[in-house]
């Protein structure tokens, strides 16, 4: 029998094709995607808009593959712009949406999910997805100047401050994003802040990739960045004009954060100036066990809190590194406040537990509240930290015991020395090399085959506090 050349050629050609058709869809590909600035609200794409990336949140990516089942994708919003999809069906069957981040609270993104642009997207054109009423500073929170006892959020503009605030100051914490480009680089910056039109203050800052910390003349900030956002904690003094009971305006006027032009913040709000109660004390340790604050007791500065009542709110405050305390409570009501021991290395003095009332209005208080301790000195604080981790083989690195004793500032009668001893246990691989920086000479090091051991003799941990580091070899 004589095969038909012709016949084996068009049966090849077709065998191919089918086979080549279903080879391109049984694969993964990346689609991809650019969200936008739809400045109109037309849902194209028109020039001179501009592109968004790493916005705060999560895409997720629903489609139908080329077994007919529904797939669902989720990924972070990120610079890449194309999303990994497998075995999609042809014609596409898919849409898009977009969920923000649960912690970005107060963030105004608005996705406009009934564009076509979110539905039947592109496998092979760039699919352009439009984005409205972004706010690229947000989770904008007030405090004092404090313990920041004293919170005041809200999702407006509209904020309630304490009129009655004096020489204290706000604290504002707020992320900014960076929506504009996908370069994390940061540009050198400068914060200027106004109070109800006037110039307050202006602190410029060049930190990059890192943490910051600038000051001004009334205002400090401290800037913590990353890839995408940078949260900022700013502290500003306010003028005396806050202490005038209604609005007043406060903005922040920033050069660009981020290297492009639209990174600039230019934020305003409003402080509703309201009255308040402030209370305020210290808690002291009382040495001669009278139960009255005498110039001779010393300071306790943890394991003791207040407890304030006003209305259905309750405050918790701790004090400060000097013992002190203190918070604002808005509104008019009375307010009841107790002090409470939540450490058994204290007895408290009666009078410390018995309720004092505050009255309403803008009175300020000063409470004191005693306790006796029950221990004549407290074991340190100690903590482990590293220069490098994960660790490699013939490698050298620095370790660092670090040693904190804040429990109780002593009284000014002598105190009783609390003596003892640091040891690194380095079990192998690790090889102690020598002291680090400023560590003095171990009082005695000792190798054996499967541990090095290193020891420093404290004199009195009551003083002693800073970082022990030496550094140790990986061995291969």
């Not at 014609?91 to 979110?118: R, V």
């Not at 660009?256 to 308040?276: F, G, I, M």
């Not at 006003?310 to 008019?332: E, H, Q």
């Amino acid at each position: 029998m004589k095969l038909n050349h012709t016949f084996l050629k068009k049966a090849l050609i077709i065998f191919c094709f089918v086979f080549s058709g279903k080879g391109i869809f049984s694969q993964t590909v990346n689609l991809p995607y650019q969200f936008y600035l739809d400045a109109n609200n037309n849902c194209n794409y028109d020039a001179g808009e501009n592109l968004l990336y790493n916005l705060p949140g999560n895409i997720y990516f629903s489609y139908i593959n080329t077994s007919a089942a529904t797939v669902t994708v989720a990924t972070q919003a990120i610079c890449g712009n194309s999303l990994a999809v497998t075995n999609p069906s042809v014609p596409a069957s898919n849409s898009l949406t977009f969920a923000i981040n649960s912690f970005y609270t107060y963030s105004t993104f608005s996705i406009n999910t009934s564009c076509p642009a979110y539905s039947n997207l592109s496998y092979t054109a760039t699919n352009y997805l439009p984005v409205s009423n972004i706010n690229k500073m947000s989770d904008v929170m007030f405090s004092t100047w404090g313990t920041g006892s004293y919170y005041s959020n809200s999702t407006s503009n509209t904020l309630p401050v304490c009129f009655n605030l004096g020489t204290d100051s706000i604290s504002i914490y707020f992320n900014v994003d960076n929506l504009f480009t996908c370069n994390s680089s940061m540009a050198s910056r400068t914060y200027s802040l106004y109070f109800d039109g006037l110039f307050l203050d202006q602190v410029t800052t060049t930190g990059v990739n890192a943490m910051s910390y600038s000051s001004g003349t009334k205002c400090s900030i401290t800037e913590l960045y990353s890839d995408s956002y940078t949260w900022c904690y700013l502290k500003a003094q306010l003028n005396p004009s806050i202490n005038i009971l209604g609005a007043h305006t406060f903005s922040i006027v920033t050069t660009q954060l981020y290297n492009s032009p639209l990174s600039a913040l230019n934020y305003s709000c409003t402080l509703n100036s309201v009255p308040c109660t402030k209370v305020s004390g210290a808690f002291y340790r009382d040495c001669n066990a009278d139960c009255i604050k005498n110039a001779g007791d010393g300071i306790v500065n943890s394991g003791v809190k207040v407890s304030v009542n006003s209305g259905s709110s309750t405050y918790s405050v701790i004090p400060d590194v000097n013992g002190d305390f203190s918070c604002y409570i808005i509104g008019l009501g009375t307010t009841s406040v107790s002090s409470n021991s939540i450490s058994p290395n204290y007895t408290p003095c009666a009078s410390s537990l018995s309720a004092t009332i505050i009255p309403p209005g803008i009175t300020t208080n000063t409470l004191s509240y005693g306790y006796q301790s029950n221990y004549s000195y407290f074991d340190p604080g100690v903590s482990l930290s590293t220069s490098s981790f994960p660790f490699f083989p013939a490698m050298i690195y620095t370790l660092s015991v670090n040693i904190s004793n804040y429990g109780v500032f002593s009284c000014t009668s002598p105190t009783v020395a609390n003596p003892g001893t640091v040891k690194f246990a380095l079990d192998k691989p690790f090889l102690y090399q020598n002291a680090a920086g400023s560590t003095p000479a171990p009082s005695s090091i000792s190798s054996g085959p499967n541990r090095d051991t290193i020891i420093w003799n404290i004199s009195d941990f009551y003083v002693a506090s800073g970082s022990l580091s030496i550094t140790v070899l990986v061995s291969p």
